[in-house]
């Protein structure tokens, strides 16, 4: 079998995976779907790592798979096809590795559920979309991608339907979604009007030929690569989550959370730091879309990492780190430094899939428990837990000491901030400066929020113990208890249904089939970096992307990020040592602290706590602006003036002229005659005055 079957069966299997447990799941049962769901994943996880090999090692060149024509309407050309490039090979190892893991993790996680065979459908569904999505060699079928990751996302979010909550929150990741697609579709709409075609293999070498090219548009001249490129990116800024589209992140936890690993740490969000860095040839075009890039990116990676300093839920202080970490990519490809944008997303993938599915790891073995308040001392109770959890804590940091090493984080991120000042440097990218100085005042709070939750979580004193605020069945899972969960907002998230036991349960650790996948992560958070660093970023940086992303002729971002300054190179630790003093100061050696500040509120904390009111200012402007607006039209426009004045209006009037005419039909003679006699005497007087005129 050639290497092109082999892609080809490894992109389509988790679809043949998702149509046999969705379609006859409830004939195969729960153990048979469940086996042939991770089985094909584990196949297309095994082929990825083979094609990332080859191409890493073993100097594999790129080429495309073209399986059928998908729509041809004359000019408008799309085939069904799979593109093997480095990108696309980078996104297939982390699609597939993170998804298989997280599949065999819900074997655990999901044990007690009624509905396995439609959970691992949907999972196997996502995965292809996004598979779809990577390897796809014109917009159409990224497209098509992009909007299947909606869907699957819709459908897994808002898995547990019965649960308000859960509903609410996969309609609000669908619609503010829909809004990011809108833009990402006249981007597509734009592309196709200026160069004829949507096929990437066509179309980026004829973009340097249309560098200039200008718009008219309400009498002024406006770039049209900027356009085009500015217009996709606000797809990307629906699909990873980006400030002013971030709203429906957090809300996403109401989801599984294998949910949430599988969503947010290495596939969906990521779909847009990836198709920038894939369209790179347009942006290194569109100077000014790139510098709106990298300012919406820096904003990011700052608003996220200031609201999860104060958020008490373990999952959705992840939920942010998820965000200000995509902000960090994004911004690195702002100021062109594409490969280290793709270098921290590889790296992410693992850290932070770890620490999801860590923080599931902990909320199961809490009965159900997330708010952090209500932890405290697990490090005993959950030994491998808190071992996996450190891990992806040090990744995600970013600790390490320069010119010797650390985790992976250390790698990718210090690489990220150092590549936005020498774009600075080098007038490469006016926003540099901003990004780097937000880059390092971001991997501060990072430092402090994310060892936070270890304290809060791991270390701090018990208070489970205290309180007894569990008194769920010893034998009910953490997925069968999140379906009774109150709203996230309450951050109150632990089960109130008591059945039959009463008093504290001892938290325990997890089985072995949600541990393995951990400590599988845990060797890509620890190694990925070194091991990886010299082909992303380093001496076989150009042999390894091999054309796949696109720098210009003034572009040496990268280049020179290696040569930055030594105060550059140590502010990154200076601030992360920073950050997590204050962490050991405020939730170790001050303990109790931290709850006597959020105690007292201030303005501050509740800014930061409600997360920059960004949901309440939406929910007033859209909203309830939505309902004034339409009941405007509807009172007044429709009831008051079109009805009014129209078929309500003449009624009226006829029921009026009707209602006068009708005193006239009394029945009495005595009235008619009268009235004949009063008209007569006028007909009379009419007639004398017409006679004497």
């Given at each position: 079998m050639n290497l092109e079957t082999l892609v080809t069966l490894g992109v389509l299997a988790p679809l043949l995976g998702a149509a046999i447990a969705g379609l006859t799941g409830r004939r195969i049962g729960d153990v048979a779907s469940q086996a042939v769901t991770t089985g094909l994943l584990f196949f297309s996880c095994v082929v990825a790592w083979i094609v990332f090999a080859q191409w890493t090692w073993g100097h594999l060149e790129p080429f495309t798979v073209t399986l059928a024509p998908f729509i041809h309407v004359g000019?408008?050309?799309?085939?069904?096809?799979?593109?093997?490039?480095?990108?696309?090979?980078?996104?297939?190892?982390?699609?597939?590795?993170?998804?298989?893991?997280?599949?065999?993790?819900?074997?655990?996680?999901?044990?007690?559920?009624?509905?396995?065979?439609?959970?691992?459908?949907?999972?196997?569904?996502?995965?292809?979309?996004?598979?779809?999505?990577?390897?796809?060699?014109?917009?159409?079928?990224?497209?098509?991608?992009?909007?299947?990751?909606?869907?699957?996302?819709?459908?897994?979010?808002?898995?547990?339907?019965?649960?308000?909550?859960?509903?609410?929150?996969?309609?609000?990741?669908?619609?503010?979604?829909?809004?990011?697609?809108?833009?990402?579709?006249?981007?597509?709409f734009t592309v196709f009007w200026m160069f004829g075609t949507i096929q990437f293999a066509e179309l980026f070498p004829m973009i340097a030929d249309r560098a200039g090219t200008g718009w008219e548009f309400i009498g002024r001249t406006w770039s049209a690569l900027d356009l085009a490129a500015f217009l996709l990116f606000i797809g990307a800024m629906g699909k990873s989550a980006q400030f002013f589209l971030h709203t429906w992140l957090p809300d996403a936890m109401e989801g599984p959370t294998p949910v949430s690993a599988l969503i947010h740490a290495a596939t969906m969000v990521t779909a847009g730091v990836y198709m920038v860095c894939l369209l790179s040839p347009l942006f290194e075009y569109a100077p000014v879309a790139s510098q709106i890039v990298a300012l919406i990116g820096a904003v990011t990676a700052l608003f996220a990492a200031t609201v999860g300093l104060a958020q008490n839920d373990i999952k959705r202080v992840i939920a942010y780190s998820t965000c200000s970490q995509l902000g960090y990519m994004f911004f690195a490809a702002g100021v062109g430094a594409y490969e280290a944008a793709m270098f921290h997303l590889f790296t992410h993938a693992f850290f932070k899939a770890l620490l999801f599915l860590g923080a599931g790891s902990v909320i199961h073995g809490m009965h159900h428990e997330?708010?952090?308040?209500?932890?405290?001392?697990?490090?005993?109770?959950?030994?491998?837990?808190?071992?996996?959890?450190?891990?992806?804590?040090?990744?995600?940091?970013?600790?390490?000491?320069?010119?010797?090493?650390?985790?992976?984080?250390?790698y990718s991120k210090d690489i990220v901030i150092e590549s936005a000042f020498?774009?600075?440097?080098?007038?490469?990218?006016?926003?540099?400066?901003?990004?780097?100085?937000?880059?390092?005042?971001?991997?501060?709070?990072?430092?402090?929020?994310?060892?936070?939750?270890?304290?809060?979580?791991?270390?701090?004193?018990?208070?489970?113990?205290?309180?007894g605020a569990h008194h769920a069945d010893d034998h009910a899972t953490a997925a069968q208890l999140e379906t009774h969960s109150e709203p996230l907002e309450h951050d109150h998230a632990h089960d109130d249904h008591a059945h039959g036991h009463h008093g504290p349960l001892?938290?325990?650790?997890?089985?072995?089939?949600?541990?393995?996948?951990?400590?599988?992560?845990?060797?890509?958070?620890?190694?990925?970096?070194?091991?990886?660093?010299?082909?992303?970023?380093?001496?076989?940086?150009?042999?390894?992307?091999?054309?796949?992303?696109?720098?210009?002729?003034?572009?040496?971002?990268?280049?020179?990020?290696?040569?930055?300054?030594?105060?550059?190179?140590?502010?990154?630790?200076?601030?992360?040592?920073?950050?997590?003093?204050?962490?050991?100061?405020?939730?170790?050696?001050?303990?109790?602290?931290?709850?006597?500040?959020?105690e007292r509120g201030g303005l501050l904390h509740r800014f930061l706590y409600n997360k920059w009111?960004?949901?309440?200012?939406?929910?007033?402007?859209?909203?309830?602006?939505?309902?004034?607006?339409?009941?405007?039209?509807?009172?007044?426009?429709?009831?008051?003036?079109?009805?009014?004045?129209?078929?309500?209006?003449?009624?009226?009037?006829?029921?009026?002229?009707?209602?006068?005419?009708?005193?006239?039909?009394?029945?009495?003679?005595?009235?008619?005659?009268?009235?004949?006699?009063?008209?007569?005497?006028?007909?009379?007087?009419?007639?004398?005055?017409?006679?004497?005129?």
């Open positions: 000019d408008f050309v799309s085939n069904w096809s799979i593109r093997i490039d480095a990108l696309s090979a980078v996104m297939l190892v982390v699609v597939t590795t993170v998804s298989s893991l997280v599949h065999l993790y819900s074997w655990g996680y999901m044990a007690e559920d009624p509905d396995k065979p439609r959970f691992f459908a949907y999972l196997s569904l996502f995965t292809f979309a996004m598979l779809a999505l990577v390897t796809a060699a014109d917009f159409m079928q990224l497209f098509f991608g992009w909007e299947g990751v909606g869907l699957a996302s819709y459908l897994l979010i808002g898995f547990w339907y019965k649960k308000a909550t859960a509903s609410a929150a996969a309609i609000k990741a669908f619609v503010v979604n829909r809004v990011g697609d809108f833009g990402f579709a006249l981007g597509i997330q708010d952090m308040r209500q932890m405290g001392g697990l490090a005993k109770l959950l030994p491998v837990t808190y071992a996996v959890m450190m891990i992806g804590t040090i990744a995600i940091t970013g600790l390490g000491i320069p010119g010797i090493g650390g985790f992976a984080g250390f020498a774009a600075a440097a080098s007038n490469h990218s006016p926003m540099g400066l901003f990004a780097f100085f937000v880059g390092i005042f971001a991997a501060g709070l990072t430092a402090y929020y994310s060892w936070r939750l270890v304290f809060m979580t791991f270390h701090n004193k018990p208070v489970w113990k205290e309180e001892k938290p325990h650790e997890s089985p072995l089939v949600m541990l393995v996948p951990l400590l599988v992560l845990s060797v890509g958070a620890i190694a990925a970096g070194f091991l990886f660093e010299p082909f992303f970023t380093g001496h076989h940086e150009n042999e390894f992307w091999r054309g796949a992303i696109f720098n210009g002729p003034a572009n040496h971002v990268v280049h020179d990020a290696h040569g930055v300054p030594t105060w550059v190179v140590w502010s990154p630790l200076v601030l992360t040592l920073i950050g997590t003093a204050f962490a050991v100061w405020i939730y170790l050696v001050k303990e109790g602290m931290a709850r006597r500040m959020a009111w960004f949901d309440e200012a939406y929910d007033f402007i859209f909203v309830r602006g939505a309902k004034a607006l339409g009941d405007l039209f509807w009172k007044v426009g429709d009831v008051k003036i079109i009805d009014g004045g129209g078929p309500n209006g003449f009624a009226w009037l006829s029921r009026k002229f009707a209602g006068g005419l009708g005193r006239f039909q009394s029945g009495y003679v005595y009235f008619y005659a009268f009235v004949m006699l009063i008209g007569l005497c006028l007909f009379l007087a009419f007639a004398i005055s017409a006679w004497g005129a």
